[in-house]
C-alpha cells in the first residue's frame, strides 16, 4: 500500500470507513498516537507477556500504532517487522524505535493485515494488538497471519477486555457473539484456535501447525497394497 493512500479502508465489523484512533491520520494523528503510547501500557504488557518474544526470534506486529509493544519486543531481543496502515504512525513507531530501525533489528513499514506484502513462512511469531476489529477482511487478515507464519509459529491476536478492562476501554468491548467470530476466523485459517480471558484484555491465540517429518509424508503418499 502507498503511504499517501487516500480513501479511508472500511472495517469489517462496522462497515464504515476508518477514523481516529482506528487509522491515526491527519493533525491529530500524532496526538492520538502519543495518546495510545501513554494509555494502553497494562495491555501492552499483558499482550507481551501472552507473546513471550525470544531473543533472536523474528516477531510480526500486525497495527504497531505508536510502536510500544515493538519497543518491549526488542528489549526481548527479538527482531520485528511491523506492518500499519497508518504513515502518521509508522513514523512515530519509527522515531520511538530509531537506534533500532539504524541498525537492521526493527522494520516498520506501511502495511496491513490483509496484505502485509510479506513473504511466506518467515516468522516465529505474530502479534495484533487493538487493532482486529479495524481489518477491512477478517478472514483474509488471518489467513495473511497463517502464511507469513513457520510452521509452528504462533499467532496473538489481542482486544481491550477481561476481568478488569480499563475504565476508558469498557465502551469498545467486543461482545461475547463478535469475540466467537473472531476465533472461528482464527480456526478456519489455523485449524485450531482458542478465546484467552485475561485481565486488562481478550486474546484469540493459534499456532501454525508444525511441519510434518519427511517420513511421515512419504508415509502417507506410499500406495497400499494392490487390491
Ligand atoms: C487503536 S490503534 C492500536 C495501536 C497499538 N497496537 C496499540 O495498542 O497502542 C489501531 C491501529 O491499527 C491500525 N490499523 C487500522 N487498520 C488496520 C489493518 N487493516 N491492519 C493492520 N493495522 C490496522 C491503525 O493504523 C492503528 O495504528
Do not use: C
Request: aromatic share 4%; charged share 25%.
Amino acid at each position: 500500500m502507498s503511504e499517501h493512500t487516500r480513501e479511508a479502508p472500511r472495517s469489517w465489523l462496522l462497515d464504515k470507513p476508518l477514523t481516529g484512533f482506528a487509522l491515526p491520520s491527519g493533525r491529530l494523528g500524532s496526538l492520538q498516537g502519543w495518546l495510545m503510547g501513554r494509555l494502553n501500557g497494562d495491555e501492552q504488557s499483558e499482550a507481551g507477556a501472552l507473546l513471550a518474544a525470544r531473543p533472536g526470534e523474528h516477531v510480526l506486529e500486525v497495527g504497531y500504532g505508536p510502536g510500544v509493544l515493538v519497543e518491549r519486543t526488542l528489549a526481548a531481543g527479538a527482531h520485528v517487522t511491523g506492518v500499519d496502515p497508518s504513515p502518521q504512525m509508522a513514523a512515530q513507531a519509527r522515531r520511538r524505535n530509531a537506534a533500532a530501525v539504524e541498525e537492521g533489528r526493527a522494520d516498520l513499514r506501511v502495511g496491513t493485515a490483509e496484505r502485509t506484502g510479506l513473504p511466506d513462512g518467515t516468522f516465529d511469531a505474530v502479534v495484533s494488538v487493538n487493532n482486529v476489529p479495524m481489518w477491512s477482511d477478517l478472514d483474509a487478515g488471518m489467513r495473511e497471519l497463517h502464511r507469513v507464519l513457520r510452521p509452528g509459529g504462533r499467532a496473538v491476536v489481542t482486544w481491550h477486555g477481561g476481568d478488569r478492562p480499563r475504565f476508558v476501554a469498557r465502551r469498545i468491548l467486543l461482545a461475547d457473539d463478535v469475540l466467537e467470530r473472531i476465533v472461528a476466523g482464527m480456526r478456519a485459517a489455523f485449524g485450531t484456535a482458542e478465546l484467552h480471558r485475561g485481565d486488562r484484555l481478550v486474546a484469540m491465540l493459534a499456532h501454525r501447525a508444525p511441519a510434518e517429518p519427511d517420513g511421515a509424508r512419504a508415509g502417507r503418499r506410499r500406495p497400499g497394497p494392490p487390491g
